[in-house]
C-alpha cells in the first residue's frame, strides 16, 4: 500500500516561497504507473488542483497557478517537491500529496501551511 | 478548463435515508469521474471511480452512475459514520473537483 508524507515549513512569509516535500514508500515515483499530485484546501473550504509530475518528468499545472509554480522529483529518494512562489495570505491552506488511478486514490495527511509576517 | 458543479451544497438527512448527490461537468468526461469522503482534519478518501466502480473496502450502500456531464453519487441507507463531506472530480482533463456537499444530520 503506498503511504505518503508531506513535510516543510509551516510559516511562510509574504513574497517568499513556498516549499514542500513529498516522501513516497511502498511504490516508486519511477514506476511509470501513476502521476503524482499537489492538491490543496484553504481553510473551511474546497479543493483544488495545484499540479503534478509524471516519472518521465512531464508536469501538469493549474492554469491559476501556473505562472508561480514548480513540481520536481528526485526519484533516487521517492520524493516529489512542490515550490510556490510570491505567496501571498490567499495561498494559506492545507497542502497534500497525493498518487494514485484517479491521480489522488492515496493521499498523505497533509501540512497547513500559513503565510504570514 | 473543465469545471464540475455539485449540488447540493448542504443536505439533512436521518440515519437509513437514501441520498442522492449530483454532480454536473461542464464538457463529456466520459466515466473519468471519481467521489470522495472527507472528515474534518482528514484527507479525502476515495468512495469511487470510473463513475461507478467502487473502490475496494468500500461499503455496498455507495454507489455511483452517470456517463458524459451527469453523475450521481448514492447513498442507500445513510449510516452516522456517513456524515461527512462529499467532493465529485474529474480526471479526464487534468483534475477538477466539485465544490462539496455536506451531509448533515437532520
Known amino acids: 500500500q503506498v503511504q505518503l508524507q508531506e513535510s516543510g515549513p509551516g510559516l511562510v512569509k509574504p513574497s517568499q516561497t513556498l516549499s514542500l516535500t513529498c516522501t513516497v514508500s511502498g511504490d516508486s515515483i519511477s514506476s511509470g504507473a501513476n502521476y503524482w499530485t499537489w492538491i490543496r484546501q484553504h481553510p473551511g473550504k474546497g479543493l483544488e488542483w495545484i499540479g503534478y509530475?509524471?516519472?518521465?518528468?512531464?508536469?501538469y499545472y493549474n492554469p491559476s497557478l501556473k505562472s508561480r509554480v514548480s513540481i520536481s522529483a528526485d526519484m533516487s529518494k521517492n520524493q516529489f517537491f512542490l515550490e510556490l512562489n510570491s505567496v501571498t495570505a490567499a495561498d494559506t491552506a492545507v497542502y497534500y500529496c497525493?498518487?494514485?488511478?484517479?491521480?489522488?486514490?492515496?493521499w498523505g495527511q497533509g501540512t497547513l501551511v500559513t503565510v504570514s509576517s | 478548463d473543465i469545471q464540475m458543479t455539485q449540488s447540493p451544497s448542504t443536505l439533512s438527512a436521518s440515519v437509513g435515508d437514501r441520498v442522492t448527490i449530483t454532480c454536473r461537468a461542464s464538457q463529456s468526461i466520459s466515466n473519468w469521474l471519481a467521489w470522495y469522503q472527507q472528515k474534518p482534519g482528514k484527507p479525502p478518501k476515495l468512495l469511487i471511480y470510473k463513475a461507478s466502480t467502487l473502490e475496494s473496502g468500500v461499503p455496498s450502500r455507495f454507489s455511483g452512475s452517470g456517463s458524459g456531464t451527469e453523475f450521481t453519487l448514492t447513498i442507500g441507507s445513510l449510516q452516522p459514520d456517513d456524515f461527512a463531506t462529499y467532493y465529485c472530480?474529474?480526471?479526464?482533463?487534468?483534475?477538477?473537483f466539485g465544490g462539496g456537499t455536506k451531509v448533515e444530520i437532520k
Open positions: 497525493a498518487t494514485g488511478k484517479t491521480s489522488s486514490d492515496h
Open positions: 472530480q474529474q480526471y479526464s482533463r487534468f483534475l477538477t
Open positions: 509530475i509524471y516519472y518521465s518528468g512531464s508536469t
